[in-house]
């Protein structure tokens, strides 16, 4: 691992215990964030983004079974304890949650959270420095007041701002790599965009790899460097936003950009993914995407396509190098 890389993941597949025995959610996925990058991990719900996240986070129940690597600025969090995986919890990584609202306490005063945050991995500091420094990440933040506003309750703020103070908790101790699992879930347009350039400045200013958790592709246009589409619980296609967006190799791709709306100024009928993603207890044979692929042929449906180079990205499809020209659009962000 060179030293711009915070974080490398190879081969992770993560199982959990079921009834019917241990089911794999994730498989075999690869990616790397690099130290000041965006990374986006994109697909719809259930395709094992979060649980990618919350694997490297040590927040799986202890009957999952990770295998694999991911290594963290040199570290192994995989084989790691649950103890030595909270201290890097919180302190060199954090994760912002999709939910504002259950990510607070709601019986617990805004500013203590955030002093809590602070207190945890800086035990000798006093309690006025603590308050300081919370005021301050408020601040930070944008929310307004911040001295006033340390007293209150979640149940006094907006979404937007609920959200605003996840994100000082996450940057309290200055962290190397943040987790953003949907920060925009919920919020209006207007606040999404105030959320999304806020995260944009404290990666600029801070220098952290931020890793986007999303199902918007107009979010990762505007956010990313990098791109990462899982399907099923496995990449299917990676590589930069550019590359990924302006000449997708992977059927899934295609099908999700063709889903969104073009700055064309013409009103057309957005294309839709015939079918529903397989659920982990009915997976496919071959490849998992084949039921609703459009360029489906009889290979498909009985080998497993790996996740090779083709062009420039890397996409896990048979027969990527000779699907018909993608149409560049400008899309709507």
């Known amino acids: 691992m060179t030293s711009e890389n915070l974080l490398d993941v190879r081969d992770l597949t993560i199982a959990f215990r079921t009834p019917r025995g241990y089911v794999e959610a994730v498989r075999g996925v690869d990616f790397v964030i690099r130290r000041g990058e965006v990374m986006s991990l994109v697909g719809e719900s259930g395709s094992g983004k979060s649980v990618t996240m919350r694997a490297l986070m040590g927040l799986l129940p202890e009957t999952t079974r990770i295998s694999g690597s991911a290594r963290f600025l040199g570290q192994e969090l995989i084989q790691k304890s649950g103890r030595g995986v909270h201290g890097l919890r919180g302190a060199r990584m954090s994760m912002i949650f999709q939910d504002p609202m259950t990510a607070l306490n709601p019986v617990m005063a805004i500013g203590a959270q955030v002093a809590e945050a602070i207190r945890i991995h800086n035990r000798s500091i006093s309690r006025q420095e603590v308050r300081d420094r919370a005021v301050k990440l408020l601040r930070d933040v944008a ?166 180079q083709v062009r420039s990205a890397y996409a896990a499809c048979h027969f990527a190098e000779t699907l018909p020209a993608y149409p560049v659009q400008e899309m709507q962000a």
């Open 143 to 308: 929310i307004p007041f911040p001295e006033q506003r340390f007293d209150q309750y979640p149940h006094q703020f907006s979404g937007g701002m609920r959200q605003r103070v996840v994100i000082a908790m996450a940057i309290a101790n200055r962290p190397d790599l943040i987790i953003a699992d949907e920060p925009t879930t919920a919020l209006d347009v207007t606040v999404q965009a105030q959320i999304l350039e806020l995260l944009r400045n404290l990666c600029a200013e801070y220098h952290v790899g931020l890793a986007l958790i999303t199902h918007d592709l107009g979010v990762v246009a505007g956010m990313a460097q990098s791109i990462s589409v899982m399907y099923a619980g496995a990449i299917v296609e990676r590589g930069s936003v550019e590359e990924v967006f302006y000449n997708p190799s992977h059927p899934y791709t295609r099908g999700l950009l063709g889903a969104l709306p073009h700055l064309t100024g013409r009103i057309e009928r957005l294309v839709d993914i015939g079918g529903n993603p397989p659920t982990i207890f009915a997976l496919p044979e071959g490849c998992a995407f084949s039921p609703r692929c459009a360029f489906v042929q009889p290979r498909c449906r009985v080998e497993r396509p790996l996740l090779r």
